[in-house]
């Protein structure tokens, strides 16, 4: 049987991926050499499969410098006088604060909580101060006991079995 052109350029790309039946492999090489077009079709697509694609570097040496003279003009034409015309912000202890009274209240209320907050957490904290030197005082007391060493004290054994001739 023999295989059409068009059948044969469908099968090329799987024959170069070795993904072909045996049967097809062997239609589509006995094609291949008696058909010069698919042959030189498989050689060129065989030599694409394995080569590096060409970069093309498009070098323009003449593009960047019009463009920044553009760039230029755009900037002294628009956003230099724009810049030069906004007034300079003033600093920051001269800016109004614009809020309404019942926010400035709740944000004045707000601090005078935090701070009350802080102070009770420092009550708390230098009084655990206070209450761990003691304790560390205590500690010291106690050890400096335990290393005191006992005073030996004579030991007498005394019976409470009668002797002979008691009784
Ligand atoms: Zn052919």
Redesign the pocket.
């Known amino acids: 049987m023999r295989?059409?052109?068009d059948a044969?350029?469908d099968r090329l790309a799987a024959l170069l991926d070795e993904e072909l039946a045996p049967g097809e492999v062997e239609l589509v090489g006995r094609?291949?050499e008696?058909?010069p077009?698919?042959?030189g079709?498989m050689d060129r697509m065989a030599a694409q499969r394995f080569s590096q694609p060409e970069l093309v570097v498009l070098e323009r040496p003449d593009f960047w410098g019009p463009m920044d003279a553009a760039l230029d003009r755009a900037w002294a034409d628009h956003e230099a006088p724009a810049l030069q015309a906004a007034p300079a912000p003033p600093p920051w202890y001269r800016r109004e604060l614009r809020l309404p009274a019942g926010v400035a209240l709740l944000y004045a209320a707000g601090m005078l909580l935090a701070l009350g907050l802080a102070g009770a957490l420092w009550q708390e904290a230098s009084d655990a101060h206070a209450q761990v030197a003691e304790l560390q005082g205590v500690v010291d007391d106690q050890s400096a006991l335990a290393s005191t060493p006992l005073p030996v004290e004579p030991v007498s054994f005394v019976s409470r079995a009668p002797y002979r001739g008691s009784l």
Request: with cysteine; proline share 0%; hydrophobic share 45%.
């Open positions: 295989m059409h052109c044969v350029v094609h291949i008696t058909c077009d698919c042959a079709l």
